[in-house]
């Protein structure tokens, strides 16, 4: 072959057989942006960011940090400012989030996002953009709350949250509710996760991305059960093969819910195992999404399955009672008695209830021993005594009739109106905060929330359980009417007038076949407070027309409702806290194979 002269040799082609690895993008040279928020509370559409902080990296190496503290244009809740640390005077001079999106914007453009539960701060930074007419540019996302959940095991960890991680990991930053800090701790979790995933198998973006969603064969091997299954609202119960109920669900179309079971979608750990040892799928067909819904309540209760969450420990619920006595106190109890006693609850959880003595403690000097005080003989002082924070009714300090104002006061605030309560503790929570005492404040603010929600809780079961009978009907979204018969807070007969037809002939027929309430005792006589809390919501949705009732269906005016707002922000701030805790499972649900050449 001729070569011209002065010009060096073609070199010759050569072909290189790729490998499997060399089709996604190896996440040694994947850009990866891991960012936290802080926030105003816990909802991306009515609060505002306060902090952002992220951090760049690729292949291990941090390549930059983005962080700068956001002036919401509104307050901060103490709470809040509790578990930040983040004050308005911290924020005032700082930029509004139109002023830093940009910037922000183009630090993370063409990376890929990291967050620990990544919904929530994605979900900010996208209402954010919406409000501000930005385009959010699409992104790829890794949550390392999943990616936790399908790698550690219980053994190791006992949840997934942030704080959890990083002790598990070792993080050179420990999470603290700071943006950047958490972020920088986030960056050594993903780093720790990513090296567990890649003794798995796992060494591409594209492989990292599957490997969250995958579904196990047991779950492939159990599609059929999904067959025969009515497409209507009912409930359907997974049964072993010794036919013991594994979990009750709902759903408006049974069919299509119980399939989802055995497809990606499906990622929870525990179903996966509940599938595992289903042998049988039974559905009960109902009339509407209220009569699933309450039928799946009395099915858990009756039957306790091991998979369904909310059946454990239902023998925890209990009540606050005043009791009867000269000089009266607080009790917890299991159950209410006809005795005259003042009952407040029902509280999930003798821990619940106990938070709610506390806040009651603090804004009402009620005694706190539980020996029973005569009006005659005269007992030993305690230590509550000399620091003011009871009355000594035990040395008859305090008449029976000077202490029952006191007792007046906790009866008006379970009746109606708990304001002689709340804003002693709302007081305190500031005084607390002021001096930077961010751990009693944190404490203060989650007993006035118990008590807040309880009486809240109260209030609306009794208005609906004093009803003797109530009919109400809502559309179902085809022209007819879904109707439910309400007795004392019970679901007693539901039922459906199709389009086209007087819904009245169904409604006659319904209430003359419902089932017989009688009365009881306390605000929820005759079902159970999660019963009655279904139905309420079915009631106040909506569209949703009274037919008839038998009495009168009213809440105290000066009730607690008039401190919902507070109790909803107090919620707010608490998920925004902590909005990523994970009570589920951790045990992966197989390995993937190892991606070979």
């Not at 969250?212 to 009515?230: D, F, I, M, N, W």
């Not at 008695?337 to 009402?364: C, K, M, Q, T, W």
Request: charged share 25%.
């Amino acid at each position: 072959m001729a070569v011209a002269v002065g010009q060096a040799p073609r070199p010759r082609e050569r072909y290189v057989q790729g490998t499997f690895d060399s089709l996604g993008e190896p996440l040694h040279d994947v850009t990866f942006v891991v960012l936290d928020l802080e926030t105003t509370g816990g909802s991306a559409g009515t609060d505002s960011i306060t902090e952002i902080g992220a951090v760049k990296v690729r292949g291990g190496e941090v390549l930059g940090e983005f962080q700068t503290l956001v002036n919401p244009g509104t307050g901060i809740p103490p709470f809040i400012v509790v578990l930040t640390g983040i004050t308005e005077a911290m924020v005032a001079p700082a930029p509004k989030i139109e002023e830093v999106l940009p910037a922000f914007l183009e630090f993370i453009r063409g990376a890929v996002l990291v967050a620990h539960n990544a919904p929530f701060d994605l979900g900010f930074l996208k209402a954010a953009c919406e409000r501000h007419s930005v385009d959010w540019p699409a992104h790829r996302k890794v949550d390392t709350a999943v990616l936790a959940r399908r790698v550690l095991t219980r053994d190791e960890v006992p949840n997934c949250k942030l704080a959890t991680l990083s002790r598990l990991f070792r993080t050179s930053t420990e999470p603290c509710h700071r943006a950047l800090a958490d972020a920088q701790a986030t960056v050594d979790v993903l780093h720790g996760l990513i090296e567990r995933v890649g003794n798995l198998g796992v060494q591409t973006l594209e492989e990292l991305d599957s490997f969250t969603h995958q579904v196990s064969e047991a779950q492939r091997r159990k599609r059929h059960l999904a067959e025969g299954l009515p497409s209507a609202p009912g409930v359907y119960i997974f049964r072993d093969a010794a036919d013991r109920p594994l979990y009750v669900g709902t759903s408006k179309d049974v069919r299509t819910r119980v399939r989802q079971y055995f497809v990606s979608s499906e990622n929870r750990t525990r179903m996966a195992e509940m599938i595992a040892a289903a042998e049988r799928v039974d559905a009960v067909v109902c009339a509407h999404s209220l009569e699933a819904e309450v039928r799946e309540l009395r099915l858990i209760a009756a039957h306790k399955p091991p998979y369904n969450r909310r059946s454990k420990y239902p023998e925890r619920t209990v009540w606050l009672k005043l009791t009867v006595e000269a000089y009266p106190r607080l009790s917890v109890v299991r159950a209410v008695r006809d005795d005259s006693a003042v009952y407040l609850g029902p509280f999930g959880s003798r821990r619940s209830a106990e938070a709610a003595i506390n806040a009651v403690h603090e804004a009402i000097p009620l005694r706190q021993c539980t020996t029973t005080l005569s009006t005659r003989t005269v007992s030993p002082a305690c230590a509550l005594a000399e620091l003011g924070r009871c009355g000594a009714p035990c040395q008859h300090a305090e008449t029976p009739e000077e202490y029952g104002r006191h007792v007046a006061t906790f009866t008006r605030a379970v009746d109606g109106d708990p304001s002689a309560m709340v804003e002693p503790l709302l007081a305190r929570i500031d005084v607390l905060a002021l001096a930077q005492r961010y751990e009693e404040a944190g404490l203060a603010r989650d007993r006035l929330a118990a008590l807040l929600k309880v009486v809240l809780r109260m209030q609306r079961l009794r208005a609906v359980t004093n009803v003797a009978e109530l009919v109400a009907a809502h559309p179902d979204g085809d022209g007819g009417w879904e109707i439910s018969v309400v007795r004392r807070g019970r679901l007693a007969a539901a039922g459906v007038a199709p389009r086209g037809a007087a819904p009245m002939p169904y409604v006659e027929t319904l209430v003359g076949t419902a089932e017989t309430v009688l009365p009881g005792l306390g605000p929820t006589p005759c079902a159970s407070a999660e019963e009655t809390e279904r139905v309420l919501a079915w009631l106040e949705r909506p569209a949703t027309r009274m037919v008839q009732i038998a009495g009168s269906w009213a809440s105290p005016a000066g009730g607690a409702g008039r401190w919902r707002d507070v109790l909803e922000r107090i919620e707010a701030g608490r998920a925004a806290a902590d909005p990523f805790a994970d009570r589920r499972g951790l045990r992966p649900l197989h390995q993937p194979p190892r991606a070979t050449a």
